[in-house]
């Protein structure tokens, strides 16, 4: 293995100059700094991070927790992170946690053992208090990235579910409809109850009837795809909606795919809108009509955020970012 003093022999500087050089501290002359980084290239150098850490009691690591990788909305955020994290000199170490909160603990477990400088997480359910609170207990900064959990004061950055709910029925309700469904995610989650609180509230408004029928609870993942989709079709054919609002992207592929297993058309029979956009990339036509976040700025300024508290730089407060949502009209809702 190259050690620092091996450089040293080959620059021809000091062990102490070189470490300087590597961790930026302290004057280095640029004529030395060229030849002690010329000798670390010719070496294949790679710093020992765990001596580092042990040096400065700071890994530059963070960690990004999200609940499901495959949900385009968070490849995005992830990628806003990981772009923000690397501009700032740290490395980034993802956790998938499959909206699992057994998951979840075993991840917040090992990076409080690897020694993390912090988290930006997406809780997976209201009972990630727990988790939130063992990483203050190690006095780990945390943000809180897209869902809130009751009792945990820190800093957040999430989107506006009411808004953004609220636009996506409007339209549907100018183009006519009267019968308008929900598959939301499970109402230990944050952003589903405010979506559904939502929905309850914009339907009142304009008047129109809220029926439990048309209220279906199915995981952000829709691991329960079958059962939903044997409650609705299993209404008298006059009482099925004549719009459906999915909480997420990959609930409403699902709807659009079960919907058409069964020959029923999108939008000509039924509408189908949701929450967050997909990558064009999706094989889906019509293509979607969205409430789309700013995907990765939750993940490029959440890290920021967390930097600012890593290093010290943050207010005394804690802050809240609402980052705003935007209605896009696509094929997939029709007037009736």
């Avoid at 992207?249 to 058409?260: D, G, P």
Wanted: hydrophobic share 35%.
């Amino acid at each position: 293995m190259v050690t620092i003093y091996d450089i040293s022999k080959l620059a021809e500087v000091s062990p102490m100059t070189v470490s300087r050089v590597i961790n930026q501290s302290g004057k280095v002359s640029e004529a030395t700094r060229a030849k002690v980084e010329k000798a670390i290239e010719e070496l294949n150098y790679i710093p020992n991070a765990s001596a580092r850490y042990l040096t400065a009691k700071k890994s530059k690591i963070l960690s990004l927790i999200i609940t499901d990788i495959n949900n385009p909305f968070f490849t995005k955020v992830a990628r806003g992170a990981e772009d923000k994290a690397k501009q700032l000199g740290y490395r980034l170490m993802l956790c998938n946690s499959d909206e699992d909160i057994h998951k979840e603990s075993d991840y917040i477990n090992m990076l409080i053992s690897t020694g993390v400088d912090g988290v930006l997480i997406t809780p997976s359910e209201d009972k990630s208090k727990k988790n939130l609170r063992t990483l203050t207990k190690y006095k780990i900064p945390f943000i809180l990235l897209d869902r809130k959990v009751e009792g945990i004061a820190s800093d957040e950055i999430h989107g506006d579910s009411q808004e953004g709910t609220r636009k996506v029925l409007q339209h549907l309700i100018e183009l006519g409809h009267e019968k308008i469904a929900i598959i939301n995610g499970p109402l230990d989650v944050s952003t589903a109850r405010e979506r559904q609180d939502t929905y309850i509230e914009t339907l009142q408004t304009h008047g129109l009837p809220v029926k439990d029928d048309l209220i279906f609870q199915s995981h952000y993942k829709n691991k329960n795809k079958d059962e939903v989709f044997s409650k609705l079709l299993s209404l008298d054919k006059d009482e099925w909606p004549t719009a459906i609002f999915a909480a997420n992207n990959i609930i409403a592929i699902n709807t659009i795919k079960e919907l058409r297993k069964r020959s029923i058309r999108v939008p000509e029979d039924i509408s189908v809108v949701c929450f967050d956009d997909l990558d064009p990339a999706y094989d889906l036509d019509p293509f979607l009509t969205v409430v789309s976040q700013p995907a990765y700025q939750f993940g490029y300024t959440g890290i920021q955020m967390l930097i600012d508290r890593v290093e010290k730089n943050a207010p005394s407060e804690f802050r809240k970012i609402v980052l705003p949502s935007e209605l896009i009209v696509r094929r997939s809702s029709a007037s009736i």
